[in-house]
């Protein structure tokens, strides 16, 4: 994460705890289980989506 930091990656705003706190939450056990095992989404399509809200919530628009 610090590395992201330190080339200048992070949205604006965003400081090291709250990226920690999105990439902790989005990367729980508990939202891999409802929408992989409860939902029965393929790991693939949860593997993308996640990719994508990771990038959408943390890194700036211009260097993504």
Do not use: N
Request: charged share 25%.
């Amino acid at each position: 994460m610090a590395t992201l930091y330190e080339q200048g990656m992070v949205r604006p705003g965003l400081s090291l705890e709250e990226a920690a706190d999105i990439l902790w939450v989005l990367t729980s056990f508990d939202l891999y289980r409802m929408l992989v095992v409860k939902q029965r989404w393929e790991p693939a399509r949860y593997e993308r989506c996640l990719a994508q809200l990771l990038i959408q919530q943390m890194l700036e628009p211009g260097k993504r």
